[in-house]
């Protein structure tokens, strides 16, 4: 093994050397790097809103015209994170979770470039940030209008892979629902899939058939709110993206993944200086989760009461995961008025008490 | 009128100078292309062509070049063999994914002892989670005479499914926090497949591409078995009469080209990719096909298919990055560039001639 | 374990779902039947979808739309068919080139199509045959695409069948050159079945983004095309056998949802997987009858050149 690690050290150093290969530019240069397409009207839309935020805030300043979509997860994305520290990238955005280890390993070869790495923990190096929306915030406040404006007590959720992210989503939603419609019961369908707009229209239409009147999702398009549209009463929420389309009705909010901010703020602080590694995972009160305008299909008072709660989860006087509550084997998590802390969370891998069937593993 | 007239053998000349021909062709269409999405052509076809190979980066995209193109070619060498023999192999993207969950499994199996038995014994278990999924169809078509494309193809779904499982599941990192993904086999060094010499993006899995690329072609030009699936391929009564056994045929070239495409799999899960996640694959397996026939079959011709396509991945790639085109653009390129590739073909094999009356 | 599923609600479901491969594996079996092998269905379906959403949004009528992505299909194919029935290259490979070249091709037409409503497509008005219990929910509550995907199943099994047309394909699919040796354009004969193939091919991926999911997203075919054509083998190349496939490929990609959302007890990764390991059950039970062989086109996927 030692003729391995010599070679490997070997590579590392030769980076090292490349390293500061990388032309100067005046206009600080900060790139991107996508799952998707610009298209998908989602996920990476979102991203690149928040790339196109950067360019307002800043001007001639930074130079943020680069970008790469559909890029895969893997060996592609190593690549790709080289050529642009290569070509001048100061700052690079990597948008998706698979990206971690790669992101990790470009930033190793390039001290001089920082690293931000979405919905990631890894920080190996100096270099490498990571940030991540707290989603669950703005399902506590959906799920309230759901519990809220359901008639036949059956609300759904389409979820798309039982990682952790989803998980605190579909948790966050029941418990705030139940909160204010102890009757409610919550039907989960897991698509497999981020992006399959046929696939997502069907399960939205099977919860439909199931009696179900509210819908929520965790995958990315608007299939299941274009289904929902066709049974009157059936209502949903935007996902990731505004999707005013369907506004008002079925579409009565959403919840949207705003990087813009926190973009703003990143780049800012590289410009004048102030640029430090950390982890941010910021919500509603960070303004990186915004809720989506609460459309006249709401009633004021419910309308109120969501806006109420979103107001408190943003100023921090309100956790949506505050005990008590119970995982759902019936087995006690969180005492009375405690808090969820982050590490629980970030891998959270279990239901509350009250929602049925089983996370696959 | 143009009318083709069939060439007694193939032209030398054209064989060689095809290609060339189709790079050109895809030039002039995609050149015009670019200028409609309002680009410099001249800028964007550099880009492509010329900077992986001689730009300014160019040490560095020319190992990446070979990282790319090693499964591509490793796969497309293995299903050759089956489409010369007329046995439709469309599933190598399954076996590919198989192949990295076997392997995989093995490694994480022992972590984290370091032994030197652990990666040739990984080895193994990839070929043979490649070859178990070829098995499926190969003995479902020679028992049960059941098609062999329809069954090929709709296990990559499946493998698909248990991929996302092992991603989720049984070989998730313990030390993940509940995320999705394996360990890292990069810093497993037992069971990893590091690069062999720094920068030049050599690692075991182009290492074994160049090796089946020489046996392949020792084995159709020198071996009885070669030309026995030349033959069935193109004489399948002759083939019989020769003492081919046609059920063996089918299960040897499914075999071959299930082991060989699982074997990719586990030299990119090992290296390059890193670890199971639930977007492992990314489509070798599908185009590894296009640059089977790009390659005409041929061992040569397709480690030169396999590095071309690979170009075209990179190149195009650095022209989204660094000239802002969308990447559907680079898409629909490649796409050009096979359909002229493939359109200029006829010239190898037909000549042109005019002629007063038309042909069907 | 299946917890409440109403059988009505369940097969009018899985037949909207089955349209989009219905159409399209149709398309391809005439394709298949005069011995063509166009594994380029995913690419023609995804153009259809865009040209469809796209002339449907500027013109305003979803008719006009299905007439534009049957045209968009056909424009695909047709590059197909040049390249495979007069410069005589590899179907194989110009299929899976197709493919690429026409999510690419579409993705750039859509930019700024993301984010539109098409205009809708209304049910048929079959009036009060639509509150009979069950049955009006599965036959009179469709739109009109459902409806036609049907006729056009019963009109290919017909013209492949009864008619002179049917002869000729087939004749051609099973053996070119004795097609042309009786005087048959066995190309132009491909040809205008490629386009066929394409057209409906088309009016598939239209179906997608007009009515199933009714909006544009980039790949939102999502690999639909790869099952069509698993669906024409499967159906043995008959028509009818067609449309069981795509029914069955369908209902239980929704069944699967269905029971999901009513609370089985059946876990998730063995659902989702069972559409395709059905597929293969059913298959094998069928192709493993006494002797039986598949059907398969004879001169399938090989390319034709008149010598004479």
Known sequence: MLKRTLLATAALGLGLAFAGAASAQDALKACWVYVGPIGDGGWTFQHDQGRLDVIKAFGDKVDASTYQENVPEGADAERVLTQMALGGCKIIFTTSFGYMDPTNAVAAKFPDVKFEHATGYKRDSANVSTYNARFYEGRAVTGTIAGRMTKSNKIGYIGSFPIPEVIQGINASFIHAKKVNPNVTMSVVWAYTWFDPAKEADAAKALIEQGVDVILQHTDSTAPLAEAAKTPGVIGFGQASDMAEYKPSPRVSAIIDNWGPYYVERVGALLDGTYEQKDTWAGIGGGEVKIGDITEAVPAEVKAEAEALAASIGDGSYHPFTGPLNKQDGSAWLAEGEKADDGTLAGMNFYVEGIEGDIPQ | ??????????????????????????????????????????????????????????????????????????????????????????????????????????????????????????????????????????????????????????????????????????????????????????????????????????????????????????????HLLGFQIKLSGQAPRAARFHGVNPTALVVLCMGISGALAGLAGLFEVTGPAGQISIDFNTGYGFTAIIVAFLGRLNPLGILLAGLLMALTYIGGEMASTNLGLPSAAIQAFQGMLLFFLLAVDVLSNYRVRMSMKGTA | MFGAINPAVLIASLMVASVPIMLAALGELVVEKSGVLNLGVEGMMIIGAICGFITAVTTGSPLLGFAGGAAGGAALALIFAVLTQSLLANQVATGLALTLFGLGLSSLMGQGYNGIKPPLTAAVPFGPLRDIPGLGRILFSHDWVVYFSILIIAATWYVLKYTRTGLIIRAVGENHDAAHALGYKVNRIRLACILFGGAMAGMGGAYISLIRVPQWTDGITAGAGWIALAIVVFASWKPWRVLIGAYLFGGITVLQLNLQAAGSSIPVEYLSMSPYLITILVLVIMSSGKGRTLNAPAALGQNFHATR
């Open chain 2, 1 to 222: 009128m143009f009318r083709l007239e069939k060439r007694p053998t193939p032209s030398r000349f054209w064989t060689g100078a095809t290609p060339v021909v189709a790079v050109i062709l895809t030039m002039l269409a995609g050149g015009l292309m670019f200028g409609v999405l309002g680009k410099n052509p001249f800028e964007v076809i550099r880009t492509i062509f010329w900077d992986p190979l001689f730009g300014e980066f160019a040490w560095y995209l020319r190992g990446q070049l070979l990282v790319k193109a090693g499964p591509l070619i490793l796969i497309a060498v293995g299903l050759s063999l089956g489409f010369r023999a007329g046995i439709w192999n469309i599933g190598a993207e399954g076996q590919y994914i198989m192949g990295a969950i076997f392997g995989a499994s093995v490694g994480l199996a022992v972590f984290p002892t370091e032994n030197r038995l652990i990666y040739p014994v990984m080895i193994a278990a990839g070929a043979f989670g490649g070859w178990v999924w070829a098995m499926i169809p190969a003995i479902l078509k020679t028992r049960f005479n059941t098609n062999e494309i329809l069954v090929s193809l709709m296990l990559v779904y499946v493998a698909q499914s248990i991929l996302a499982m092992a991603a989720l599941g049984f070989l998730r990192n313990p030390e993940g926090a509940g995320f999705p993904g394996s360990r890292n086999f990069n810093s497993y060094p037992a069971a990893s497949n590091p690069e062999l010499i720094a920068g030049t993006g050599m690692h075991w899995g182009v290492v074994a591409a160049f090796i089946t690329v020489i046996a392949a072609y020792v084995l159709l030009q020198k």
